[in-house]
């Protein structure tokens, strides 16, 4: 029997209450999730948990509006952390000084409502809790569930029985050699990490005059998002499109190097999977006092030896060491022999959010897995490039071994086949993305780096703002980003099956 049978709509992945993945079987769902079709999100049990507030937070959520008078006609944003619903108030009003936003807590539970006709704050409030990873995690509210007996008990699952954050650095230590137990700082989500070191790197930097953030290549959209929104001014985010021409980037150091506060560099990017000359970007920081932030999450913080090239190491521990793809988690690791090594360390910690200790105890029970899982996925990725670059219906295809970059990517590799298992691709026939991606057997949803193979239509989930509307494609252009880029992330399925289902939508 093949590994893979179609998954209907909103099934989750993997069958996990606090699965991170869900089934989006067709472009129609992907369009109707991202339009907010009724039709399609009524099927839609839970999803990625930055962008899906989670059922239990929504169930533990209504039972505050129902129940608790002042809030009625309102609605409720449950949040990590009594200083995440403070963070995520003054947001609010600061937006708009004339919103009823309030603060509120119950029993250890935080957030913000305002009244529910005001579909204003409320875009807000989610965009900002996505942005930097401020959603209640699922477990919390689960637990919190359960202790108001609205629940029977709580989802079965594996976890570590004693000291979960002791264990989970125990096996990062060695990935970023030379740190302490000090200088690896565990955020709930990847972005939370991103946040708060970017939070941290800004403060430190303007009391030196230093306002400008620069980002190397096309990064993931919450990474974008932060640097659009939180610079000092409009002027102060620098998008540098071409993460190979070092030349210009020089230039732009050279002319405005005393203004520069920070770069911030995916280790490969996020969809091209292009892997800059870092050695050289953190000689140029290094030289003109700019604080270098590098985030490995497309291949894992095991897989590439980055940490001394950066001033701080950001990373989602959600993709390959939460292999299971039921839990999100962050890194944030501050390099030790960085000049503001001390400083960074003390405002990171100040900033990062607390890790749920179910979450951490979960990660902790996965962690040891990592080294296994990704020696399975590697040995599959390649199979898969190799079939994917033969066929003649696939345009390009991008991965850690690439030509472009694969240079750059060996300098840091830890081992030869180390690539991580993200691969994007493109189909040569145009229109082709609606018809291979309906018939495509393969489990289709956000997310990567779990021991299920994933694919998703990138560009939609992540940018259908872009995708849909001629500014928004000239943007892509401009970036040579293929609205139709295909996402892949090869699991540890037999790597004939992945090829086999591929080759069988592919025609």
């Known amino acids: 029997m093949s590994a893979f049978v179609p998954l209907p709509l909103g099934h989750r992945i993997p069958a996990s209450p606090h699965a991170v993945s869900c089934s989006l079987p067709t472009m129609r769902s992907v369009r109707g999730y991202e339009e907010k079709d ?63 936003a309030q603060r509120f807590s119950s029993a250890g539970v935080h957030g913000v409502s305002h009244p529910a006709a005001d579909p204003a704050t409320a875009g807000r409030a989610k965009t900002y809790l996505q942005n930097i990873g401020g959603f209640l995690s699922s477990r919390e509210a689960e637990d919190h569930l359960l202790r108001r007996g609205l629940i029977a008990a709580p989802y079965a699952e594996t976890t570590f029985a004693g000291d979960a954050a002791a264990e989970v650095r125990r096996h990062l230590r060695p990935a970023l050699p030379g740190t302490t137990d000090t200088d690896l700082l565990l955020a709930p989500c990847g972005m939370n990490a991103i946040w708060a070191a970017f939070r941290a790197a800004a403060e430190l930097q303007a009391t030196r005059g230093r306002t400008v953030w620069l980002q190397l290549g096309w990064l993931y959209l ?52 292009q892997t800059p000359d870092l050695p050289a970007l953190a000689k140029l920081c290094r030289t003109h ?38 839990l999100t988690a962050g890194l944030a690791a501050i390099n030790p022999a960085s000049p503001d090594a001390a400083e960074l360390r003390r405002r990171i910690a100040a900033a990062i959010e607390p890790v749920y200790a179910r979450d951490l105890a979960r990660l902790a029970a996965q962690i040891g897995d990592t080294a296994s899982v990704l020696t399975r996925i590697h040995a599959n990725t390649a199979k898969v490039v190799a079939f994917l670059t033969g066929h003649p219906a696939v345009g390009e295809v991008f991965w850690a071994h690439a030509p472009a970059s694969r240079a750059n990517y060996d300098r840091l590799a830890r081992r030869p086949d180390g690539t991580g298992g993200m691969i994007t691709f493109t189909l040569k ?79």
């Open 429 to 507: 026939k145009l229109g082709a993305l609606e018809p291979f991606y309906d018939r495509l057997r393969l489990p289709k949803g956000p997310s990567f780096g779990m021991k299920t193979t994933l694919i998703c239509p990138f560009m939609y989930l992540a940018h259908y703002d872009l995708v849909t509307t001629p500014a928004g494609l000239a943007e892509l252009a401009a970036s040579k980003l293929d609205p139709d880029l295909l996402r892949l992330c090869v699991g540890v399925e037999p790597a004939e099956e992945i090829i086999a289902a591929l080759a069988e939508a592919l025609g």
């Open 289 to 326: 006092g700019v604080l270098l932030l590098v985030d490995p999450s497309i291949s894992s913080v095991f897989n590439l030896d980055v940490l001394a090239h950066a001033d701080v190491v950001v990373s989602s521990l959600t993709k390959y060491t939460g292999s299971e793809g039921d």
């Open 38 to 100: 009724p039709a399609i999100t009524k099927h839609l049990t839970s999803g990625y948990p930055r962008f899906v507030v989670h059922p239990f937070s929504r169930q533990l959520g209504a039972h505050f509006l129902s129940t608790i008078p002042a809030l009625a006609g309102r609605t409720l944003w449950l949040t990590s952390s009594a200083a995440m619903a403070d963070a995520l108030l003054a947001q609010l009003l600061a937006a708009d000084s004339t919103s009823s």
């Open 222 to 273: 919450d990474t974008i998002a932060i640097l659009k929104k939180f610079t000092a001014a409009p002027i102060d985010y620098v998008y540098l499109r071409d993460v190979f021409d070092l030349t210009a980037i020089e230039r732009i150091f050279l002319a405005h190097g005393k203004h520069i506060a920070g770069l911030i560099a995916e280790v490969p990017t996020n969809p091209l999977i």
